[in-house]
């Protein structure tokens, strides 16, 4: 028996770590309903810290072994599941009838004999890191063990089974006590079985067969093989992660809310530790993969979501929604916009209260002002639209005045049709512009304008009826009243 290193192996590593070295896999418990979260939806597919439940266990199981030798046990709403996580390029073993976790690991026989270890993972645990899988596995290498539980201490380990160990310090195990089994006694011990396992994949399906039904929802639990491997004397040990938040599964909306909240709390602080200011942290709502540069500020009540990233030395003042957004250095986005899937240069002011759609391409220097809209646009350099207008499907160039109440009409019903307003062009205020239609270089339309036919370059266009003055008409008709 060897004894236990620590964590000297590197935590990641190919499932075949040298030429000779053990086959490791990864299978992700994902077939089951989620039923006390009464939802149509897939329990692995609901959403914590921006990404499905089981999105994120693939993601830490991807840092642990390639992809392709990660396995997804699903069931309930396959299909769905399977399409909803077909990017991230894992394998998937369908278990069409739930009977428990060690009926998952039967169906999935095929797809694992060709492994020598193979480590179980909860989809609905989202908190699991790649440190403490590493370790894991690599516990369950140096113990040279035929099953290795992951365990952690819990404040209140009510509803877990309880470890008992052999010893005060031997890593040895001696069996899982579900709470109803346990004595009094056992029931104060906080040491807790996760669910997650790493096991001997020869011992696990030499022995598998011996798993029993009888317990009161009649499955297969693979928190029994603990027992029927010691039975067979293979070496069953714990190892204990001091990270308890990291097991914790989400069963119903509110302990999927108390995952999300610490996820976002662990990201916000993260992004403080690169040296980014966010105030006031538990307002804020910033996924997993946005990326901020230092010294940009997150003010209270901002949505940061999806692949956003920021430049440095920006600053997202309160109650924006940003999505899928690129955003440079030096940028201020005043209170109250709404982005999603746009860009915006160096030094670019947005809003309040704008509303960039996918497309828009806000160019260095430039400024979308209060209650402007935006769809599938670039901006030039220096360029302003400050008041109460919509931009859609126009290319407006550099130092260019769009005047407030300006909108470009790009859709006639059938087609979308282009706007195209040169460099140092000036919109008067509350122009209509019918596309498509150029505005050369220098041009200017005179406020109000309807706009159907192309400007030339340096030309004047007002495009309105002649103004009429009837002198005493207003007197006359409020006498006839």
């Known amino acids: ?30 077939a089951g309903k989620g039923t006390r979260l009464k939802s149509q939806l897939p329990k692995v597919l609901h959403e914590v810290g921006g990404k499905p439940l089981l999105e994120h266990v693939i993601r830490a199981a991807a840092r642990i072994v390639p992809a392709k030798d990660v396995y997804a046990i699903i069931g309930h709403e396959a299909d769905r599941v399977r399409a909803a996580m077909g990017h991230t390029g894992v394998n998937y073993v369908l278990q069409a009838e739930q009977r428990g976790t060690g009926h998952a690991l039967m169906v999935a026989r095929e797809a694992l004999t060709g ?77 807790i079985n996760s669910g997650f396992y790493v096991f001997s994949v020869k011992e696990l399906y030499e022995n598998i067969g011996e798993l029993s039904t009888a317990n009161a929802h009649h499955e297969y639990y693979l928190t029994d093989m603990a027992e029927v491997l010691r039975k067979a004397r293979g070496r069953v040990v714990g190892w204990k992660t001091a990270e308890a938040s990291e097991v914790l599964g989400g069963n119903t909306r509110a302990e999927l809310a108390d995952i999300d909240e610490k996820m976002r709390l662990a990201k916000c602080r993260q992004l403080m530790a690169e040296g980014v200011t966010v105030f006031y942290p538990a307002t804020c709502v910033i996924d997993a993969d946005v990326e901020i540069a230092a010294d940009t500020v997150i003010e209270p009540y901002v949505q940061l979501l999806g692949k956003t990233r920021i430049g440095t030395a920006s600053r997202i003042r309160s109650y924006c929604v940003i999505r899928d957004c690129e955003i440079g250095d030096g940028v201020m986005v005043r209170t109250g916009c709404v982005m999603e899937q746009a860009r915006i240069a160096q030094g670019a002011v947005v809003g309040p209260y704008s509303h960039l759609r996918p497309g ?45 109440g300006t909108i470009t009409c790009n859709y006639d019903g059938v087609g979308k049709y282009k706007t195209v307003i040169e460099d140092g062009a ?39 009826a002649r103004q009429v003055v009837k002198e005493g008409w207003a007197r006359q008709k409020r006498a006839k009243k």
């Not at 201490?153 to 031997?170: A, F």
């Not at 391409?361 to 430039?366: D, H, P, R, T, V």
């Not at 030039?380 to 260019?400: F, M, P, Q, R």
């Open 426 to 464: 000036f919109i008067g205020s509350d122009t209509t512009l019918v596309a498509p239609v150029r505005l050369g270089k220098g041009s200017y339309v005179g406020a109000a304008s309807c706009i159907t036919e192309d400007v030339p370059e340096d030309a004047l266009a007002v495009g309105r």
């Open 1 to 30: 028996m060897k004894k236990s290193k620590g964590s000297s192996r590197s935590l990641v590593v190919s499932s075949r770590s040298a030429e000779s070295g053990p086959r490791v896999a990864v299978a992700i418990m994902a």
């Open 360 to 404: 828009s391409e806000i160019g260095e220097g430039a400024h979308v002002g209060n209650f402007v809209e935006t769809k599938k646009i670039k901006l030039g350099k220096g360029s302003k639209a400050n008041h109460l207008t919509y931009l859609g499907d126009a290319e407006i160039g550099a130092g260019v005045n769009i005047g407030a």
């Open 115 to 191: 492994y020598d270890h193979v480590i179980v993972l909860s989809g609905d645990a989202p908190m699991i890191t790649p440190e403490t899988i590493g370790r894991l596995r690599n516990f369950h290498l140096e113990e040279e063990a035929a099953m290795t539980l992951l365990s952690a201490d819990l404040e209140n380990p009510t509803g877990y089974g309880r470890v008992l160990r052999k010893g005060p310090r031997s890593a040895e195990v001696k069996a899982v006590v579900e709470e109803k089994a346990a004595s009094p006694t056992q029931k104060k011990i906080r040491e």
